[in-house]
């Protein structure tokens, strides 16, 4: 079992639609989850990390976790071209610093 | 403030030769880790320095890779020799410690693509 995973496949949205991106992971004991976006070529770059059951929420990005039963969710509202890019799930597991990284979810947002 | 810097951005060696990279961290930032993302796969750490010393470094392959970060800078990752499966994008990371943080933020840097051919 993976310990990060994603849906594979590229997310299509018309702009101003949600993205709604999910992300599973597999230690119950992990302690934080992060978002992080990624342009072609370019350094992922964290929008959003979260470390309580519930929502948070920044401009139009919000981050859902439920450790219940092991997923946290990413919602873009009013998507914009801009958001077109690679979104990755990561997360901490307890008791040490690194990162695991599910596969990465693309996002393209159609005018 | 300067990002994480790497260089180089690309690296096309033989198989058999031998690649250095380089990481600059976000000074300040006494944390420092890579990863590398090979083709189709997910992004994968490979080893953790606090300042200058290992913390981690479950994640290294083999013995072909050596990681070095003396006087708690910048760090290198060598390969040598380099194999097809090296082929990939090395990330660096780095972050502050957080003083009764379970963890904290790693910024990243742009990633060097290695080939080896």
């Known amino acids: 079992q993976k310990e990060v995973e994603q849906n594979s496949g590229p997310l299509s949205v018309p702009e101003g639609a949600i993205a709604s991106l999910n992300c599973t992971y597999s230690?119950?004991?992990?302690?934080?989850f992060f978002w992080y976006r990624q342009y072609s070529g370019k350094s992922p770059e964290l929008i959003m990390s979260?470390?309580?059951?519930g929502d948070k929420e920044d401009g139009r990005f919000t981050a859902q976790l439920n450790k219940a039963s092991q997923y946290v969710s990413l919602l873009i509202r009013d998507s914009q071209p801009s958001d077109s890019a690679t979104y990755l799930c990561a997360v901490n597991f307890y008791g040490n610093n690194r990162l695991a990284f599910g596969k990465g979810n693309q996002v393209v947002v159609i005018p | 403030e300067a990002g994480v810097t790497q260089f180089p951005s690309h690296s096309v060696i033989e198989k058999g030769q031998t690649v250095t990279l380089r990481c600059d961290p976000i000074?300040?930032?006494?944390?420092l880790y890579w990863y590398r993302r090979v083709m189709g796969k997910e992004i994968k750490f490979l080893l953790h320095?606090?300042?200058?010393?290992?913390?981690?470094e479950s994640g290294m392959p083999n013995n072909r890779f050596l990681a070095e970060r003396t006087g708690g800078t910048y760090s290198t990752l060598k390969v040598q020799p380099a194999e097809l499966e090296d082929s990939g994008v090395y990330f660096c990371?780095?972050?502050?410690?957080?003083?009764?943080?379970?963890?904290?933020?790693?910024?990243f840097g742009p990633g060097t693509r290695l080939t080896v051919l």
């Open positions: 000074s300040g930032h006494d944390n």
């Open positions: 979260i470390y309580s059951n």
């Open positions: 230690d119950r004991g992990s302690q934080s």
């Open positions: 320095f606090v300042k200058e010393s290992k913390q981690d």
């Open positions: 990371a780095s972050s502050q410690v957080m003083s009764g943080a379970s963890t904290d933020t790693q910024y």
